[in-house]
């Protein structure tokens, strides 16, 4: 069974510029979550999305937003791109509430 | 919003116990987790608790008391490529949603 895949793995951006991510969850999957790692901030919640509507929306500003298609891929875009972007970003889709399966996560580089 | 605390670095010797503590103020509760993440890695999903008392998961067991705020990570027969990082994370409101909440993560070094 194919794992949670997240395109691309890495980018260089710079500031000023916007992003888009995306992420395929484990087939059978209809929940996608994504967060945001830094070593400054750790791990915080970004947005999590069922059967394409969000469902739950952590404290970022409106330059992150989301979308979930009917095929349950996921894409999240940030717009506007600042130094503190610089992330990685990670993908987890769930079959059930409570146990995540995370992507590899893309790496993203803002100069 | 939610307050996660957890020890920063942990060491242990391979084949013991170590128990890995998080106590958490939250406004709300909706269940806590924890997760093992490698180094250069994803996190993995561990544990699910979100009534009292103990889960058994093989050599991993997860403890919640919500009254006083407390889970721990119990992990037996430690091995080497036990060592990780180690995060806690609370699920609760925030905002109309409800949301994870990470501690900042637990570095446990297993030794031989």
């Known amino acids: 069974k194919a794992g949670v895949t997240q395109t691309p793995r890495y980018l260089i951006k710079t500031r000023g510029q916007q992003v888009t991510l995306s992420c395929s969850p484990i087939s059978g999957h209809r929940s996608v979550s994504w967060y945001q790692q830094t070593p400054g901030q750790g791990l915080q919640f970004l947005f999590e999305?069922?059967?394409?509507?969000?469902?739950n929306k952590g404290n970022f500003p409106g330059r992150f937003s989301g979308r979930q298609f009917s095929n349950s891929r996921s894409e999240m875009n940030v717009s506007t791109l600042e130094l503190g972007d610089s992330a990685l970003y990670l993908c987890?889709?769930?079959?059930?509430?409570?146990?995540?399966?995370f992507g590899p996560g893309t790496r993203l580089t803002v100069l | 919003g939610q307050n996660i605390d957890q020890p920063t670095e942990m060491t242990a010797t391979e084949g013991a116990i170590v128990q890995i503590n998080c106590t958490y103020q939250t406004s709300g509760f909706n269940g806590l987790f924890w997760y093992q993440q490698h180094a250069g890695e994803a996190p993995t999903f561990l544990s699910y608790n979100v009534l009292d008392g103990l889960e058994e998961k093989g050599r991993f067991s997860s403890f919640l008391s919500r009254s006083k705020g407390y889970s721990y990570l119990l992990l037996k027969e430690l091995q080497m490529k036990d060592s990780a990082s180690y995060l806690c994370?609370?699920?609760?409101?925030?905002?109309?949603?409800?949301?994870?909440?990470f501690g900042r993560g637990t570095s446990l070094i297993v030794h031989p």
């Open positions: 999305y069922f059967s394409e509507t969000q469902r």
């Open positions: 994370a609370v699920r609760g409101p925030s905002g109309g949603s409800y949301i994870p909440t």
């Open positions: 987890a889709s769930t079959l059930t509430y409570n146990e995540q399966f």
